[in-house]
């Protein structure tokens, strides 16, 4: 089906979100759509799929004016979408999620969820994934639920698709999957709008590539375009890919872990005896697959997880037994992985946000009453120092593009005194010119002499950064290696193989 | 690939000493405690005598032997029985497993048993009273608490549940009467509950007013207006307008005629097989179908539900004004069912004990009705006790429905969370 958008003009108050986007995609296409954090392009395609009203513009599937009062139509013309903010809902089954709306039902009105099921397991082995059925979705980490949404999105036969950065948190194979399903898609004769900030996805898989800036098409390219040349056309300025880092000026041991481990509530070990140690000055990064433990590792050192054992010591005192406060108080600085539940609180402003986890003592509060005028200054202040775009210091975070969430959360927890940073995922959704920027921040802070942990599924990420790799498979460190390891052995390593001798660092 | 296949390779190191297993000392305290107090009420303060629980109603065909029992031998028994299940819990715990459910239902039964067998100490306990009284005061309760799941399982808080029992006891009586026959009297008491349910989607829904201040005023507007129309109106000309024919019992065959529970349960007049089926509907409509699902999710996330091409505003509405005549049915029940006559203020605060069992029971229908059916129970056995004479205090009595309530809350039901989006309207951009 050919979709063509004429003028599409969304304002939310003062701000022009989209002002006046024209963009067509024919049948059998596959568009890129890249743009900043914040350009617009999730707002656009929510206006496509009549979640937002557009305030001008028209919609046209096929050549027809299209009026669509909700989603329900939208989805009645063929219209889908896989969003950024999943649609799932966090207490029902797989099953349940992936047939809402378009329910099979047998007598009265009864459920038929074996249906249900074996369409989820059915669209599940075509992608590679597997994915139960039964399990409750809140229970699943974001990688899954990912597929969830894709699932359900795939689910319905659209002749329309909208991929909302759907691989932020997947892995590569999946990733790869994902491009192969699009392609049969695609030879089947749906349009596919495909959003992502990786470069690479957008040039093996897109026809053509629309760029959005500021809320407006700045420009077309080619899939052969140069890496940098759609860097520089996303953001308006040339962007460095990898950013340069000088060796690093280690000073002694500061932080170290030993004999962690983790026992989650499902009695799995998640964390198997794992030990590492960071010095001043240098950036451990760990590697892995999603799921294979880092996320527990983070927050068993957060003081987030209950069943630890082991010993977890900073400059020579213990964060074990500490509340989640007193980790943040010894200078702990934790970029957590999935933002929208655990890094920023929607309903607060901005401002808030910021000093959320100073909300107990000066500066922010004196005599038990916030200080506002100082709280209004240093939001102020980190908005302009971090690029964080949004309307004022009072917009509340859960109305913000996901890379300004992260930048939020990046803003607060960089600017207090720390003496140790964990950063999990700290770039998943940002686009490339804040990805520079956050790379530029945290060698930044391992210049200042403080040990950095960098927790990242993405390898770019993990190479740009790194001074040394551990990389975690099952639980377990399988390695830790030097941060100039081939890309291939850290791969081996990934798939769970100890690295040759003499490799470790 | 998927993450618990990932993670295989590592689980067979179950040697690793992972700190504290979780264990809930939730049920052995609980039931320790009980023990306890039994312990020092049955034999701190034994009763001598006999006690005798008659176990068949006049009218059963099937007669059974009342029950004799010494009182203080019994209560010993059943104290150290109590006290034993209370460290094999214990015992259970320590070792890393959980306390079944049945066993804490044996404690609980015993422990019920014991003081009833405690009180009525050289009296006679006529137990299908106690129940059927049970069940007659719960039925409002039930209805009410169904009415509250629905509302808030859709995401719209319903404080007014208390002016909806009101408004169907009003109008059923008031129809009723005029009609003279109790089947409009119930459509009546149906439809006044929708509408008071109107008012309240309107006003939540369409113009996005604080939900509980709605519920709080629509409670007092009903209180108010059916207060009024009552002494002006009714009372006045109350052989015309205020005398309703009552719902005769239907007893069902076989059913009634089983011993103890079957004159209860199975015999009763229409509104109360109406509630077993409106309970038995309403469980399996909200989890097994495909209105429960809409239902559940416009009340969960309404804008996932609002993706997948469900209308928010209309589900929301049209399931609250569902809960309404549901709510309706029950007020019904005063006038039709149990005292036969409007009055003043009749429900008596019955809907808000209806909120509180829709909370207890976890926005649950079959837990709610057990919460409601509790609450009957203990304010009957206060009035029984009171009656036979107990040796407890009658103001101690009073706090009895509210003490079991509390403490079956406190120590069977878990954590309870409410729908994500119950209370909070749903505005789209
Ligand atoms: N519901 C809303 N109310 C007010 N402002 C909004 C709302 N949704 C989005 N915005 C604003 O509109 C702009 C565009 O946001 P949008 O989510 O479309 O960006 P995006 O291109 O998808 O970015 P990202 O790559 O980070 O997902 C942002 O400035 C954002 O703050
Ligand atoms: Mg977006």
Same mark, same amino acid.
């Given at each position: 089906?050919?979709?063509?958008?004429?003028?599409?003009?969304?304002?939310?108050?003062?701000? $022009?979100?989209?002002?006046?986007?024209?963009?067509?995609?024919?049948?059998?296409?596959?568009?890129?759509?890249?743009?900043?954090?914040?350009?617009?392009?999730?707002?656009?395609?929510?206006?496509?799929?009549?979640l937002y009203q557009a305030d001008e513009g028209e919609i046209l599937l096929?050549?027809?004016?299209?009026?669509?009062?909700?989603?329900?139509?939208?989805?009645?013309?063929?219209?889908?979408? #896989?969003?950024?903010?999943?649609?799932?809902?966090?207490?029902?089954?797989?099953?349940?999620?992936?047939?809402?709306?378009?329910?099979?039902?047998?007598?009265?009105?009864?459920?038929?969820?074996?249906?249900?099921?074996?369409?989820?397991?059915?669209?599940?082995?075509?992608?590679?994934?597997?994915?139960?059925?039964?399990?409750?979705?809140?229970?699943?980490?974001?990688?899954?639920?990912?597929?969830? %949404?894709?699932?359900?999105?795939?689910?319905?036969?659209?002749?329309?698709?909208?991929?909302?950065?759907?691989?932020?948190?997947?892995?590569?194979?999946?990733?790869?999957?994902?491009?192969?399903?699009?392609?049969?898609?695609?030879?089947?004769?749906?349009?596919?709008?495909? !959003?992502?900030?990786?470069?690479?996805? $957008?040039?093996? #898989?897109?026809?053509?590539?629309?760029?959005?800036?500021?809320?407006?098409?700045?420009?077309?390219?080619?899939?052969?375009?140069?890496?940098?040349?759609?860097?520089?056309?996303? #953001?308006?300025?040339?962007?460095?890919?990898? $950013?340069?880092?000088?060796?690093?000026?280690?000073?002694?041991?500061?932080?170290?872990?030993?004999?962690?481990?983790?026992?989650?509530?499902?009695?799995?070990?998640?964390?198997?005896?794992?030990?590492?140690?960071?010095?001043?000055?240098?950036?451990?990064?760990?590697?892995?697959?999603?799921?294979?433990?880092?996320?527990?590792?983070?927050?068993?050192?957060?003081?987030?997880?209950?069943?630890?054992?082991?010993?977890?010591?900073?400059?020579?005192?213990?964060?074990?037994?500490?509340?989640?406060?007193?980790?943040?108080?010894?200078?702990?600085?934790?970029?957590?992985?999935?933002?929208?539940?655990?890094?920023?609180?929607?309903?607060?402003?901005?401002?808030?946000?910021?000093?959320?986890? +100073?909300?107990?003592?000066?500066?922010?509060?004196?005599?038990?009453?916030?200080?506002?005028?100082?709280?209004?200054?240093?939001?102020?202040?980190?908005?302009? %120092?971090?690029?964080?775009?949004?309307?004022? !210091?009072?917009?509340?975070?859960?109305?913000?593009?996901?890379?300004?969430?992260?930048?939020?959360?990046?803003?607060?927890?960089?600017?207090?005194?720390? +003496?140790?940073?964990?950063?999990?995922?700290?770039?998943?959704?940002?686009?490339?010119?804040?990805?520079?920027?956050?790379?530029?921040? !945290?060698?930044?802070?391992?210049?200042?002499?403080?040990?950095?942990?960098?927790?990242?599924?993405?390898?770019?990420?993990? $190479?740009?950064?790194?001074?040394?790799?551990?990389?975690?498979?099952?639980?377990? !460190?399988?390695?830790?290696?030097?941060?100039?390891?081939?890309?291939?052995?850290?791969?081996?390593?990934?798939?769970?193989?100890?690295?040759?001798?003499?490799?470790?660092? | 690939?998927? =993450? /618990?296949?990932?993670?295989?390779?590592?689980?067979?190191?179950? =040697?690793?000493?992972?700190?504290?297993?979780?264990?809930?000392?939730?049920?052995?305290?609980?039931?320790?405690?009980?023990?306890?107090?039994?312990?020092?009420?049955?034999?701190?303060?034994?009763?001598?005598?006999?006690? /005798?629980?008659?176990?068949?109603?006049?009218?059963?065909?099937?007669?059974?032997?009342?029950?004799?029992?010494?009182?203080?031998?019994?209560? @010993?028994?059943?104290?150290?029985?109590?006290?034993?299940?209370?460290?094999?819990?214990?015992?259970?715990?320590?070792?890393?497993?959980?306390?079944?459910?049945?066993?804490?239902?044996v404690f609980s039964i015993l422990l019920l048993l014991g003081f009833l067998?405690?009180?009525?100490?050289?009296?006679?306990?006529?137990?299908?009273?106690?129940?059927?009284?049970?069940?007659?005061?719960?039925?409002?309760?039930?209805?009410?608490?169904?009415?509250?799941?629905?509302?808030?399982?859709?995401?719209?808080?319903?404080?007014?549940?208390?002016?909806?029992?009101?408004?169907?006891?009003?109008?059923?009586?008031?129809?009723?009467?005029?009609?003279?026959?109790?089947?409009?009297?119930l459509v009546a008491a149906m439809v006044s509950g929708v509408l008071v349910?109107?008012?309240?989607?309107?006003?939540?829904?369409?113009?996005?007013?604080?939900?509980?201040?709605?519920?709080?005023?629509?409670?007092?507007?009903?209180?108010?207006?059916?207060?009024?129309?009552?002494?002006?109106?009714?009372?006045?000309?109350?052989?015309?307008?205020?005398?309703?024919?009552?719902?005769?019992?239907?007893?069902?065959?076989?059913?009634?005629?089983?011993?103890?529970?079957?004159?209860?349960?199975?015999?009763?007049?229409?509104?109360?097989?109406?509630? @077993?089926?409106?309970?038995?509907?309403? @469980?399996?409509?909200?989890?097994?179908?495909?209105?429960?699902?809409?239902?559940?999710?416009?009340?969960?996330?309404?804008?996932? *539900?609002?993706?997948?091409?469900?209308?928010?505003?209309?589900?929301?509405?049209?399931?609250?004004?569902?809960?309404?005549?549901?709510?309706?049915?029950?007020?019904?029940?005063?006038?039709?069912?149990?005292?036969?006559?409007?009055?003043?203020?009749? /429900? *008596?605060?019955?809907?808000?004990?209806?909120?509180?069992?829709?909370?207890?029971?976890?926005? =649950?229908?079959?837990?709610?009705?057990?919460?409601?059916?509790?609450?009957?129970?203990?304010?009957?056995?206060?009035?029984?006790?009171?009656?036979?004479?107990?040796?407890?205090?009658?103001?101690?009595?009073?706090?009895?429905?509210?003490?079991? /309530?509390?403490?079956?809350?406190?120590?069977?039901?878990?954590?309870?969370?409410?729908?994500? *989006?119950?209370?909070?309207? @749903?505005?789209?951009?």
């Open positions: 089906m050919k979709l063509e958008l004429r003028g599409i003009t969304k304002r939310f108050g003062a701000l $022009v979100a989209n002002d006046h986007i024209d963009l067509t995609v024919n049948p059998g296409e596959i568009l890129g759509l890249l743009g900043e954090n914040g350009a617009g392009k999730s707002t656009l395609m929510n206006v496509l799929y009549g096929d050549n027809e004016v299209q009026h669509f009062s909700g989603p329900g139509d939208a989805m009645h013309a063929g219209i889908g979408m #896989v969003h950024q903010h999943f649609m799932l809902i966090p207490v029902f089954t797989v099953a349940e999620n992936v047939m809402l709306g378009h329910e099979q039902t047998g007598f009265a009105g009864r459920l038929d969820v074996a249906a249900a099921r074996a369409q989820v397991r059915k669209i599940s082995e075509a992608f590679g994934f597997d994915l139960d059925p039964d399990a409750i979705v809140g229970d699943l980490p974001v990688g899954v639920q990912q597929r969830v %949404e894709i699932i359900k999105a795939l689910s319905r036969d659209a002749k329309v698709l909208v991929f909302d950065e759907p691989t932020a948190v997947l892995t590569p194979q999946e990733t790869d999957e994902l491009m192969t399903i699009m392609r049969q898609l695609k030879q089947g004769g749906t349009s596919i709008v495909f !959003i992502t900030h990786k470069l690479r996805e $957008v040039r093996a #898989v897109a026809d053509r590539i629309s760029v959005i800036r500021l809320g407006k098409v700045v420009g077309e390219a080619e899939p052969t375009a140069t890496n940098t040349e759609l860097a520089s056309l996303m #953001v308006g300025r040339a962007v460095e890919l990898t $950013v340069q880092k000088g060796p690093a000026k280690t000073r002694g041991r500061a932080f170290a872990v030993e004999n962690l481990s983790v026992v989650d509530a499902r009695d799995q070990v998640v964390v198997d005896r794992v030990s590492f140690d960071v010095r001043a000055g240098e950036i451990l990064a760990i590697a892995g697959v999603q799921g294979n433990g880092q996320t527990e590792l983070t927050e068993a050192i957060m003081g987030l997880q209950e069943r630890v054992s082991g010993s977890i010591t900073l400059d020579g005192q213990s964060l074990r037994h500490l509340s989640v406060q007193k980790v943040l108080d010894a200078g702990v600085g934790f970029i957590p992985e999935d933002r929208t539940e655990d890094g920023v609180v929607s309903e607060f402003t901005i401002a808030e946000n910021l000093m959320l986890d +100073r909300s107990y003592s000066k500066p922010f509060v004196k005599a038990g009453s916030l200080q506002r005028n100082y709280l209004a200054a240093f939001a102020e202040e980190k908005i302009a %120092e971090f690029d964080i775009r949004a309307q004022s !210091i009072d917009t509340h975070a859960g109305r913000l593009s996901g890379g300004n969430q992260q930048k939020v959360v990046l803003a607060r927890e960089l600017s207090r005194d720390l +003496r140790l940073f964990v950063a999990a995922q700290p770039t998943r959704g940002l686009d490339v010119g804040s990805i520079e920027f956050v790379h530029e921040r !945290i060698i930044a802070t391992r210049d200042a002499g403080i040990p950095v942990i960098v927790v990242s599924t993405e390898l770019d990420e993990v $190479v740009a950064l790194a001074d040394r790799i551990a990389v975690m498979y099952g639980g377990r !460190i399988v390695g830790i290696v030097p941060g100039d390891t081939p890309r291939d052995v850290l791969g081996l390593m990934m798939a769970g193989e100890a690295p040759e001798q003499g490799a470790a660092a | 690939m998927t =993450d /618990t296949a990932q993670r295989t390779p590592a689980a067979p190191h179950k =040697d690793i000493n992972t700190g504290p297993v979780q264990r809930s000392w939730k049920a052995p305290i609980a039931l320790g405690v009980f023990a306890l107090l039994a312990v020092i009420l049955f034999m701190g303060f034994g009763r001598a005598g006999e006690s /005798t629980l008659t176990l068949s109603a006049r009218a059963d065909s099937i007669q059974l032997v009342p029950l004799v029992l010494p009182t203080l031998a019994t209560c @010993y028994i059943i104290a150290a029985v109590l006290v034993a299940i209370a460290v094999a819990a214990t015992l259970m715990v320590r070792r890393g497993t959980r306390v079944p459910l049945w066993l804490t239902t067998v405690w009180a009525s100490a050289g009296a006679n306990l006529p137990i299908p009273g106690l129940l059927a009284g049970s069940l007659g005061l719960a039925v409002p309760l039930i209805f009410g608490a169904l009415g509250g799941v629905i509302s808030e399982r859709v995401g719209v808080v319903n404080i007014a549940i208390e002016g909806q029992l009101l408004a169907g006891a009003f109008s059923s009586a008031l129809v009723a009467s005029v009609t003279g026959s109790p089947i409009i009297g349910s109107f008012v309240l989607a309107a006003f939540a829904i369409k113009y996005v007013v604080d939900q509980v201040i709605v519920g709080v005023v629509l409670n007092v507007l009903v209180s108010g207006l059916t207060g009024f129309l009552f002494s002006q109106l009714l009372s006045p000309n109350s052989d015309a307008l205020n005398s309703p024919p009552r719902f005769n019992e239907i007893a069902i065959p076989l059913l009634s005629e089983i011993p103890i529970i079957g004159h209860v349960f199975f015999r009763q007049t229409l509104i109360v097989y109406l509630m @077993y089926l409106a309970v038995a509907c309403v @469980y399996v409509g909200l989890f097994h179908t495909k209105w429960g699902l809409r239902l559940r999710a416009v009340g969960e996330h309404p804008q996932a *539900a609002d993706t997948v091409g469900i209308n928010v505003g209309s589900t929301r509405f049209w399931n609250v004004s569902l809960a309404g005549a549901i709510a309706g049915l029950g007020g019904a029940f005063f006038t039709l069912g149990s005292v036969g006559a409007f009055g003043k203020d009749m /429900t *008596a605060g019955a809907g808000f004990i209806a909120l509180a069992a829709v909370i207890f029971g976890r926005w =649950d229908p079959i837990r709610a009705t057990l919460a409601a059916l509790l609450f009957g129970f203990a304010s009957n056995l206060q009035g029984v006790l009171n009656i036979i004479g107990s040796p407890v205090p009658s103001e101690f009595m009073l706090m009895l429905p509210y003490l079991v /309530t509390i403490f079956a809350v406190a120590g069977l039901v878990g954590k309870s969370r409410p729908p994500a *989006a119950s209370g909070k309207p @749903y505005i789209k951009s």
